[in-house]
């Protein structure tokens, strides 16, 4: 089935740095790609739709400024949380889509990000 | 949004069958779906639902699907400890986001 990666798997950093995450598509070219956040024990929370080639559409409460998305290529989109603050810290996860049929859109194995 | 809601807390015995049960509100969704996470991992899809059909079985998974009542159950077949883990449902929308609910915590004892 076809993989969807994230890099890093898990970050620490401190408070007031900058930290991306990437997301791939390794053997399929994804139309969309999408942003998630995980607190513990709680459900996925999509932050943002992102689009080759456009601007990531943001979902009512996440702020754009913080969370920027660039999605330079059908195979790569990139997270990157600026200003980190504790509260920062959740599980992110993406997914990527051919926008084919009902299964396929895959999930990437998720980031752990913790903001000291 | 939507909301979809479904139970947090779910304990089998190895061997029995165990249900999850979810409803949803969105009755425009064509497709319904059941992921199962495992600690720290990301989503795998277990699978999904034609919102036309009432039940869709695949090898130890039965879906059953109540459109009237916006119901959506998942039934495991002789549950093992590999099962253990969360399992969240899951509608579609026409721009394929996905919305999900809290997630069901299955625990398989012995």
């Known amino acids: 089935g076809a993989v969807v990666s994230q890099h890093p798997s898990w970050v620490i950093c401190k408070s007031g740095t900058s930290v991306k995450i990437e997301c791939r598509s390794l053997?399929?070219?994804?139309?969309?790609m999408f942003w998630y956040r995980q607190f513990p024990k709680q459900s996925l929370m999509l932050m943002a739709t992102?689009?080759?080639?456009?601007?990531?559409?943001?979902e009512q409460g996440v702020e754009k400024d913080k969370f920027l998305i660039n999605h330079a290529s059908l195979t790569l989109s990139t997270l990157t949380v600026t200003s980190a603050h504790p509260e920062d810290s959740s599980f992110y996860i993406c997914?990527?889509?051919?926008?084919?049929?009902?299964?396929?859109?895959?999930f990437g194995p998720g980031t752990r990000l913790t903001v000291l | 949004g939507e909301d979809v809601e479904q139970s947090l807390f779910l304990s089998v015995r190895e061997g029995d069958s165990s249900v999850i049960n979810c409803t949803y509100t969105d009755s425009s969704s064509t497709y319904l779906y059941w992921y199962k996470q495992e600690p720290g991992a990301g989503l795998q899809l277990l699978t999904y639902i034609f919102s036309n059909m009432d039940m869709k079985q695949d090898q130890r998974l039965t879906v059953l699907l109540n459109k009237k009542d916006k119901h959506l159950s998942l039934r495991i077949a002789d549950t093992q400890t590999g099962d253990s883990a969360i399992y969240f449902c899951?509608?579609?929308?026409?721009?394929?986001?996905?919305?999900f609910g809290a997630g069901t915590t299955v625990t398989v004892r012995a």
């Open positions: 053997d399929f070219q994804a139309t969309t």
């Open positions: 992102s689009n080759e080639g456009s601007k990531a559409t943001y």
């Open positions: 997914s990527a889509t051919t926008g084919g049929g009902p299964d396929t859109q895959y």
């Open positions: 899951a509608e579609i929308s026409n721009d394929y986001k996905l919305s």
